[in-house]
């Protein structure tokens, strides 16, 4: 099959919706990254996503919406979700409610809720308007890789596999949606993203954050959700995150370097001089930078072949705790402690 790249033109959004209610896949961009989109009322193309990307059927998929209208078709809506969707809709939040009926097991993995999200990205928006439809949409990325903020990175996992990727330029935000749990009664982060623990609690009075978002799972406890059975966000390099005062992770990361010629750091700006001469990638200034990066740096990687990637890591508040998040998955919660500073460097010595 030949993959159309198209830009988002009139004719091209018509085209793309055409192939959607005729039950194909639609890659497409949105604000935190690229989703593989299918009519989530539609059994046979949601069944066609989970064999595109080689996704495990366990693994429910979110429902993306153009509004709260919409949502209410497929779940069952309450207080709280109205009030988290009109502070933060549209946007980087996904809530996981009761399904309804029209809702297929397919899409929520046999679960009985479903996770709804309206895009705060004006190519999603159009889509969903012109078929109508709301549309089952995973990250677009195989099973497995880190997920797409550039069309050029769903062409390198999809090329072939389905008919068209909708080219909307780089995601603003780079790491994907906030996943808060609302069929209980206290909010529960289950996925971290843009849309921080403490905002929800400024809207709602509380918000928990899931202890599987800081940890991976121990032995034989049940994944409050089923993305975190899974590895995710995994480069092929091994990669092992560094801790602790900024002198100390850079003679750590700097050892670990010396002794392999295939290794690549990850750090902030502020502590690039740190390295020297070694390979560095430079995550920014700021949280908010490092997500928009990370994805792109990961793929990036890849292409060039290291086998080893250390990582500096940065505080887990606001959109910390989602970068962090995604580092700690993408290393297989491998973080070494480079400790304190020495005695012999610490500022007053
Ligand atoms: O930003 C995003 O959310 C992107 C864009 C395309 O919207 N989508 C995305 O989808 O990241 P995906 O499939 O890669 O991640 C969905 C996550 C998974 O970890 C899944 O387990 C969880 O949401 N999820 C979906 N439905 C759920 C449910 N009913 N209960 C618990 N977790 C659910
Ligand atoms: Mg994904």
């Not at 297989?332 to 304190?340: K, L, P, Q, S």
Request: aromatic residues 4%; hydrophobic residues 45%.
């Amino acid at each position: 099959m030949d993959t159309l790249l198209a830009l988002p033109t009139p004719d091209m959004l018509d085209k793309a919706a055409d192939i959607l209610i005729s039950g194909g896949l639609v890659a497409f961009p949105t604000e935190t990254v690229y989703g593989l989109g299918a009519n989530a009322l539609d059994e046979l193309a949601v069944r066609g996503i989970f064999v595109a990307k080689g996704r495990p059927a366990d693994n429910p998929l979110i429902v993306h919406v153009d509004g709260v209208h919409m949502a209410q078709r497929v779940c069952v809506w309450n207080n709280m979700a109205q009030e988290l969707a009109t502070a933060f809709w549209p946007g980087p939040l996904t809530m996981v409610l009761p399904r309804r009926g029209i809702v297929s097991d397919i899409v929520t993995a046999g679960l009985a809720t479903v996770g709804v999200r309206m895009p705060d990205h004006p190519v999603a928006h159009q889509l969903i308007k012109r078929c109508g439809l709301p549309l089952a949409a995973p990250s677009a990325n195989l099973s497995g890789r880190p997920s797409p903020t550039r069309a050029a990175h769903v062409m390198d996992d999809f090329d072939g596999k389905i008919p068209m990727i909708l080219d909307g330029g780089e995601c603003a935000i780079g790491v994907e949606s906030t996943v808060v749990d609302m069929s209980g009664t206290v909010p529960t982060i289950l996925r971290p993203g843009a849309v921080t623990p403490e905002q929800v609690a400024m809207v709602l009075g509380e918000c928990r954050v899931s202890p599987a978002v800081r940890r991976d799972l121990l032995p034989g406890e049940d994944a409050p959700s089923p993305g975190m059975r899974h590895r995710h966000y995994a480069p092929r390099a091994a990669m092992t995150l560094v801790k602790g005062d900024p002198e100390a992770v850079a003679r750590y990361i700097n050892a670990a370097y010396n002794k392999t010629d295939s290794a690549v750091i990850l750090a902030f700006t502020p502590h690039l001089l740190l390295y020297g001469e070694r390979r560095v990638r430079n995550l920014g200034p700021d949280a908010a930078t490092a997500a928009h990066r990370l994805f792109y740096i990961l793929r990036e990687l890849d292409d060039l072949g290291f086998k080893e990637i250390y990582s500096e890591t940065l505080p887990a508040t606001g959109l910390g705790l989602a970068v962090m998040n995604r580092l700690a998955r993408a290393a297989a919660f491998r973080i070494v402690d480079a400790g304190a500073p020495t005695p012999a460097q610490g500022p007053d010595t």
